[in-house]
């Protein structure tokens, strides 16, 4: 049997067992993620003025859990995948002491290095409240 990691839990039992199944039901389809070419946009990716910007990389399972949770809050925000963007890996290891630590947030320019939901949408409330308007605002 092999043991399998979900959002930081350790799990031994068997994959034929149902409650593992339903457990690790994550909506992987749902969470294929597509990063936002900032660039593209015209503006610099370490900084979104007045917004929210997430960086992550893939198959980091704390970006995932995070990104998972904003999904139901109905928060916009950009996703800046920093294994694409080597500017974005650059802003995030001069916030996260030299590491590119993710998910790393900024909140009207303010960053956050691996924050939680809760830490997140305070910020929010603090910083952008306007970007809460028909936002679920529930930690």
């Known amino acids: 049997m092999l043991p399998l990691v979900a959002f930081g839990q350790l799990v031994t039992r068997p994959l034929n067992d149902p409650g593992t199944v339903r457990k690790l039901a994550v909506y992987a389809p749902q969470l294929r993620m597509t990063e936002t070419n900032a660039k593209a946009r015209g503006s610099d990716v ?9 960086y992550w990389r893939p198959r980091c399972p704390y970006c995932i859990k995070l990104l998972t949770q904003l999904r139901f809050t109905q928060l916009e925000f950009t996703k800046v995948n920093i294994w694409k963007h080597p500017d974005a890996a650059a802003f995030v290891r001069s916030v996260a002491d030299g590491n590119e630590t993710v998910p ?36």
């Open 46 to 54: 370490s900084e979104e003025s007045g917004g929210v910007v997430v």
């Open 104 to 139: 790393t947030v900024t909140v009207a320019g303010r960053a956050m290095v691996n924050p939680s939901k809760g830490e997140l949408l305070e910020a929010v409330r603090a910083y952008a409240p306007h970007l809460l308007s028909g936002a679920a605002d529930g930690s």
